[in-house]
């Protein structure tokens, strides 16, 4: 069981529509968002914090072929219609523990934009961890939208 100790709201980091797209969906129902997790991991081959929007197969063949850079045997690309989906990429980066996670745990649409709260968790300092490093991924498809806003949210939490 895990006790959240500490909640802290980073940072609110909002990516247009790139590379020449035009407005992807502007029909996007208001309201609850739903998506499809494509990948979950502990570790992958992310260095550095990640918050991607994903509108081109080329583009997802890229990032998926970075997150699974160091795997022997990495999971296989799945299919997206990029034409009525996006890709959302997040990762923590390098932790020196293994207690480390990041999920999107919500996701809302006012009729063009989508807000994604995107949850990482670690160890409080009073923590036993082992010293196995990580680096947390998710990888999800959800609705094209035109501007996609990250909200971070870091928890501390300690295992029971």
């Known amino acids: 069981m895990r006790r959240p100790l500490i909640f802290s709201l980073l940072l609110a980091v909002t990516l247009p529509a790139c590379d020449g797209d035009s407005p992807t969906n502007p029909t996007l129902p208001e309201g609850p968002v739903t ?3 494509l990948l979950s991991r502990a570790q992958s081959s992310l260095e550095a914090q990640t918050r991607q ?3 081109t197969p080329a583009a997802f063949q ?3 072929d970075e997150i699974l850079e160091d795997t022997p045997m990495p999971d296989p690309l799945p299919l997206v219609d990029f034409e009525t989906d996006m890709v959302l990429v997040v990762g923590s980066g390098e932790q020196t523990t293994e207690c480390h996670e990041i999920a999107i745990t919500d996701a ?3 009729g063009t934009d ?3 709260t995107v949850t990482e968790t670690g160890p409080t300092t009073v ?3 082992d010293d196995l490093d990580a680096s947390p991924v998710e990888v999800v498809r959800l609705p094209r939208a ?3 806003t990250f909200v971070n949210i870091n928890v ?3 295992n029971d």
Do not use: L, P, Q
């Open 53 to 55: 929007v994903v509108r």
């Open 156 to 158: 501390e939490v300690c």
């Open 127 to 129: 923590c036993v961890c």
């Open 114 to 116: 989508i807000t994604v």
């Open 35 to 37: 998506w499809t997790e």
């Open 146 to 148: 035109d501007v996609v």
């Open 62 to 64: 890229t990032a998926w």
């Open 108 to 110: 809302v649409s006012d």
